[in-house]
C-alpha cells in the first residue's frame, strides 16, 4: 500500500489530479447553471466548458513552473500536466452529468436527444447528398438508441479532441529551461 501512496506522492501528478478535479466540478456547476436558465445544458450549449479547461490547464502549468520547478518547466512537464487535468476533468464531468441525468432529472437526456433529431432533420438534404439516405437513416435512428452512460465517454472523447491544440500551445507558453547547462565552464 505505502507503494502505490508513494506513487502517487509525485508534485506533477497531485497537482494535475487536483487542477483536474477543479475543472471537472467547474465544468459541472457550468451545466448547471445552463440547466438553471433553462437552456439545453448538453450538446453545443456546452461547448463553451471548454475554457474552463484551458483556463485551468494554463493555471497548473504556471503553478507548477513558479512553485515546483523553481521558475523552469520542461515541455514533457507541461503536455503531462495538461493532458492529465484535461483527462480527470472531463472524467469527472462525464460521471457527474451522467449521475444527474439518470437520477436527477433524466428529463434532460431527452431534451438533448430531440434536440440532436431536430438539428439532424434541419440538415438532412445536406447529410444525404454526403453520406447517402440509407447512412443518414442508420445516424438518426442511432442518436434515439443512444444511452445516458455514453455521456461519460463522449465527453472525454470531445475533450480530448478540442484539447491537442490547446495543451501544445500551452505547454510552449509556459515552458522554460535551464540552458546553464549547455554552457562550457570549467
Known amino acids: 500500500m505505502k507503494s502505490i501512496i508513494a506513487y502517487f506522492d509525485k508534485p506533477i501528478l497531485k497537482l494535475s489530479l487536483l487542477f483536474g478535479l477543479a475543472t471537472g466540478i467547474l465544468v459541472f456547476l457550468f451545466f448547471l447553471g445552463l440547466y438553471a436558465m433553462d437552456i439545453v445544458p448538453l450538446g453545443n450549449n456546452k461547448v463553451m466548458d471548454f475554457g474552463i479547461h484551458i483556463i485551468l490547464i494554463a493555471g497548473a502549468c504556471w503553478y507548477y513552473r513558479k512553485k515546483v520547478g523553481n521558475g523552469f518547466l520542461h515541455l514533457w512537464e507541461a ?23 439518470t437520477f436527477i432529472d433524466p428529463s434532460v437526456f431527452t431534451a438533448y436527444l430531440a434536440e440532436m433529431k431536430a438539428l439532424m432533420l434541419e440538415g438532412k438534404g445536406e447529410l444525404v447528398k454526403n453520406i447517402g439516405e440509407a447512412e443518414f437513416l442508420k445516424m438518426y435512428n442511432g442518436v434515439g438508441e443512444m444511452d445516458t452512460s455514453e455521456l ?17 500551445v500551452i505547454s510552449l507558453i509556459f515552458r522554460k529551461q535551464d540552458y546553464s547547462v549547455f554552457q562550457n565552464k570549467p
Open 79 to 101: 503536455l503531462t500536466i495538461g493532458y492529465v487535468v484535461n483527462t480527470i476533468g472531463a472524467l469527472i464531468a462525464g460521471w457527474l452529468i451522467y449521475i444527474f441525468v
Open 152 to 168: 461519460i465517454m463522449d465527453e472525454v472523447g470531445k475533450k480530448t479532441v478540442m484539447a491537442i491544440i490547446p495543451i501544445l
